[in-house]
């Protein structure tokens, strides 16, 4: 599933010598074309494009991919060996599940994943057997794995149980202290919710790290290592979905940031009535959103 750290960053490296020459707002290669040229798989090229939009070299929606400034010195990685981290292989592997590479009931072979994602059979064994309790993989009669993938079923229960782990979380948050130290980290999301928003039309890309670092900060307030370890799936499927649909992006972002700063103004006058109605209409639009995601790619 996932590869190794100077295997992405050779790669990342040898992308910035493609583009070096380039021209700002030059269009990029395929994903298909970018894979033959840096000898790796689609999977890296991915996790390189995504470095490369965060570090803001590159804009990227869907097939749309093009040069915003050229790399300079800095930008490129130290090339170094290291063993591929648990939460890499798990990121990498939910990067080739989510966009929907492999479609849902089919068998893995673990030794081809291995090769695959260079990791050893019994590290992809291990790996997949702690991902089978979320429900995306389940061990066969016969041996081996079947994926079970991430279907419209599957969306609607982990969407209900967002639901319920966001609401105790923002009840929880909403009884703390006035010297805990959350009113400062809503003071700070509240800033960056703002600045975003006057920026929208040129950086409503932005809202999905946004997403993530208000859900979890306020999540994190929770001290539950169940909930804890759930949250982390919930948030990266959720992070892929806004990668999945882009209708109406900006419009949907800016909307976001709207019910966002309703539950952190909210929390910040003490309603906890009013901070729980915010956060179950916010997660009721993101249902929406996503359940219309697996519609455009066709899944049931």
Do not use: C
């Not at 996790?47 to 800095?74: F, M, N, Y």
């Not at 061990?139 to 081996?144: D, F, P, S, V």
Request: charge should be neutral; proline fraction near 3%.
């Amino acid at each position: 599933m996932a590869r190794t750290d100077e295997r992405f960053r050779e790669a990342y490296n040898r992308f910035l010598d493609i583009v070096v020459t380039m021209e700002p707002d030059s269009a990029l290669p395929s994903e298909i074309a970018l894979s033959e040229r840096l000898d790796v798989s689609r999977t890296v090229v991915r996790s390189v494009l995504a470095r490369l939009q965060s570090a803001g070299i590159i804009t990227w929606a869907g097939r749309e991919k093009r040069l915003i400034r050229r790399p300079r010195p800095d930008d490129r990685l130290a090339t170094l060996s290291t063993q591929v981290s648990a939460s890499e292989l798990e990121r990498q592997f939910l990067d080739w599940t989510l966009r929907f590479d492999v479609a849902p009931g089919t068998a893995l072979n673990v030794a081809d994943l291995s090769r695959r994602f260079n990791v050893s059979p019994h590290v992809l064994q291990e790996f997949l057997a702690s991902l089978s309790r979320f429900g995306l993989v389940r061990r066969r009669a016969r041996g081996g794995w079947k994926l079970l993938g991430f279907t419209r079923d599957f969306a609607l229960e982990l969407s209900d149980f967002r639901l319920v782990l966001e609401l105790n979380a923002v009840g929880h948050v909403a009884g703390l202290p006035s010297d805990h130290p959350i009113w400062a980290e809503l003071d700070a999301l509240e800033a960056r919710h703002h600045a975003l928003a006057a920026e929208i039309d040129e950086r409503f890309h932005d809202f999905s790290l946004l997403d993530e670092a208000f859900h979890t900060t306020i999540g994190a307030t929770v001290k539950n290592r169940f909930a804890a370890e759930f949250r982390k799936i919930i948030a990266l499927i959720f992070h892929y979905h806004f990668q999945w649909d882009k209708a109406e992006e900006r419009n949907r972002n800016a909307a976001a940031i709207s019910e966002h700063l309703r539950i952190i103004w909210a929390l910040k006058a003490r309603d906890r009535a009013a901070a729980l109605a915010a956060t179950e209409d916010h997660l009721k639009t993101s249902k929406v959103t996503l359940l219309q995601s697996l519609r455009d790619h066709a899944v049931g």
